[in-house]
């Protein structure tokens, strides 16, 4: 055996292979992700990629952990931060929304919900575990702002549950590309939605210099 076929029997680390599926993503899309493709990129043959992940459903779930475990890492901090929870709030909006049309933490998304029509019972309850924990965060904040005096009283679980509805239908707007719903725009749009519906009467948003959408 040569050494450059003992190296390549060697299987990298689990996360390098997670990341070179998301910088793929990221530069050639969805389409441009085969596992000959991803073999090559790390080193390994598409069956040991297979070996290691079963199937292709799973290497796109596992990514989409992965990358979100990151973006949990980040929420928390900034859930844990100075500010308001106001401030906070929109913080956690921004980590939300999509960074743009065909961002690639949302387009391994919209793949993943689209394969769950015919996922196992394991593979829903993890996509599940990844939902509940931007949900049970984002009623917390809620909860702290209201215990605070900066928003209405409200239930704080229909309130988390109407706000990730808005934020999910506009970040698939944003990862297709539909025209007038750019991340700045939605970003507006969904400080509109806060003013509206959860700062007390005579509270005063903080000001942006974001354009509103026409």
């Given amino acids: 055996m040569t050494p450059a076929s003992r190296r390549r029997n060697i299987a990298p680390p689990r996360e390098d292979v997670l990341a070179a599926v998301m910088a793929t993503v990221a ?4 389409d441009g992700l085969t596992m000959a493709g991803l073999g090559r990129e790390v080193g390994m043959s598409s069956g040991h990629l ?12 596992r990514t989409l952990e992965w990358s ?3 973006l949990g890492a980040e929420r928390r901090t900034l859930l844990a931060g100075p500010g308001t929870a106001r401030e906070r709030l929109d913080a956690y909006i921004a980590l939300y929304v999509p960074d743009g049309h065909r961002d690639p933490h949302w387009a391994l ?8 029509q015919d996922a196992d019972d394991d593979a829903r309850a993890r996509q599940a575990a990844i939902e509940d924990a931007w949900h049970r965060d984002l009623v917390e904040l809620l909860a702290e702002g209201i215990g605070r005096g900066e928003f209405r009283a409200v239930d704080t679980g229909g309130a988390a549950t109407r706000l990730r509805a808005l ?13 007038g719903t ?14 509206e519906t959860l700062l007390l009467r005579g509270g005063t948003p903080p000001a ?4 509103p959408a026409s």
């Fill in 27 to 30: 530069q050639r899309g969805l």
């Fill in 50 to 61: 297979l070996y290691y992940f079963r199937t292709k459903d799973e290497l796109l779930l």
């Fill in 68 to 70: 979100e475990a990151r």
């Fill in 109 to 116: 998304w919209l793949e993943v919900w689209n394969r769950s």
């Fill in 167 to 179: 934020m999910d239908g506009f970040s698939v707007h944003v990862t297709v590309g539909i025209p």
């Fill in 182 to 195: 750019g991340r700045e725009q939605v970003l507006s749009q969904m400080r509109g939605y806060v003013d």
């Fill in 208 to 211: 942006t210099d974001v354009t």
